[in-house]
DNA sequence: ATGGTTGCTTAGCAA
């Protein structure tokens, strides 16, 4: 099985990518965040013609999330779902041969200090929560998504100058952690032990990516019946690279079949 | 401290 995250930054922009994605990785499952479509602006007959389902959860402007998958789907579950009213398209999750796919927005997080920060942080422990009301950690799960969150050192181009930013700060990281907690774990690092400048998101200034200037913030999280059986991980940093990328690239990770 | 770039929407916000 293989499954892909990717922030596409705009569906409606990245259409001839995403379709291309799909053809070169041919992946199971492909979560995807920041839409910035409604529902109804996304491309549905485009994607079902390349031979995939889309459950989507759209929002005009900002967010949205979706999961495209191969084999149809069952018991969609949209939104938090957790009786705060919220607006915003964050979460969508499906079930998929035996396995439960999960793609989340988790907000980015702002200035330090700001509602945004604090809106980030109580997003984190919503999830936490999310996981406990839906699934179990004994059970097939991937968590997907862009999560604002840099797990660690290894994974921020200059650690010093982001300890103090919402994606690398430890109070992110601990919130991160708080989701972890529950029964997750990383996917992608553990195959790629102490290998430094491995990163999902450069910033569109400054040559942040052909400086390689990034941090790791988009991530696969499994449960440990689905952790066990990861192979194999890397980042198609290829899709950064052309006219017209997203700032994230896609993170791949193919699991063994039982 | 500020600015740099992109997308959505059309001046300013979000990232």
Same mark, same amino acid.
């Given at each position: 099985?293989? $499954? !892909? ?5 705009? $569906? ?9 994605? /799909? ?32 459950? $989507? ?21 949209? &939104?938090? #779902? ?33 509602? @945004? =920060?604090?809106? @980030? ?25 862009? *999560?604002? %969150?840099?797990?660690?050192?290894? +994974? ?6 982001? !300890? ?12 991160? @952690?708080?989701? /972890?907690? =529950? ?14 400048? /491995? *990163?999902?998101?450069? #910033?569109?200034?400054?040559?942040? *990516?052909? @400086? ?5 913030? #988009? ?18 940093? #290829?899709?950064?690279? &052309?006219?017209?990328?997203? +700032?994230?690239?896609?993170? %791949?990770?193919? *699991?063994?079949?039982?």
């Amino acid at each position: 099985m293989r $499954v !892909i995250t990717w922030n596409v930054n705009s $569906v409606r922009v990245r259409q001839e990518r995403l379709l291309a994605l /799909l053809a070169r990785h041919a992946p199971d499952v492909l979560c995807l965040q920041e839409l910035k479509v409604e529902s109804g602006g996304y491309p549905h007959e485009a994607v079902q013609a390349a031979g995939y389902h889309s459950t $989507v959860l759209g929002q005009k402007t900002y967010n949205g999330v979706a999961v495209l998958t191969r084999a149809a789907v069952t018991e969609p579950l949209v &939104g938090l #779902d957790d009786g705060v009213d919220d607006p915003q398209a964050r979460l969508i999750s499906v079930r998929v041969g035996g396995v439960r796919a999960v793609s989340v927005y988790v907000p980015n997080g702002g200035a330090m200090g700001s509602d @945004k =920060w604090q809106y @980030k942080l109580a997003w984190l422990a919503r999830l936490r929560r999310w996981l406990e009301r839906h699934a179990r950690p004994a059970e097939p799960l991937v968590l997907c998504g862009d *999560f604002n %969150v840099a797990p660690d050192a290894l +994974d921020v181009h200059d650690p010093d100058a982001w !300890i103090n930013e919402p994606l690398y700060h430890p109070e992110a990281r601990a919130a991160l @952690k708080g989701v /972890l907690d =529950w029964g997750l774990s990383d996917t992608f690092r553990p195959l790629h032990p102490d290998e430094p400048g /491995l *990163f999902s998101w450069w #910033d569109y200034r400054m040559l942040a *990516f052909p @400086k390689n200037r990034g941090l790791r913030i #988009d991530h696969i999280f499994a449960t440990a019946p689905l952790a066990a059986r990861a192979e194999r991980a890397f980042i198609d940093r #290829d899709e950064r690279k &052309g006219e017209s990328p997203s +700032d994230h690239a896609p993170v %791949v990770v193919d *699991f063994r079949e039982t």
